[in-house]
């Protein structure tokens, strides 16, 4: 799985994400690895999903532009 630039993943991807650690009995370190994420932000969403705020995660945040997404994917 590629990179997300600057951080910004869907809420479903996050959800789905802290899922796989909680009820898939995954490893943090190894889901991180497996999505090359950080594994202190899958840490943070999981402890933030605990707290009941997951969704409020990037809701400031403008959805990435077709041309911001290909650079992505050129980079």
């Not at 650690?21 to 899958?42: A, F, H, W, Y």
């Amino acid at each position: 799985m590629e990179r997300v630039p600057n951080g910004r993943y869907t809420q479903e991807f996050r959800e789905e994400a802290v899922k796989m650690v909680t009820d898939g009995g995954l490893s943090v370190l190894e889901l991180s690895k497996r999505l090359s994420l950080p594994k202190s932000t899958l840490t943070n969403w999981i402890r933030i999903s605990k707290a009941g705020h997951l969704g409020k995660i990037g809701k400031n945040q403008r959805p990435l532009t077709d041309i911001e997404r290909e650079l992505a994917q050129v980079k």
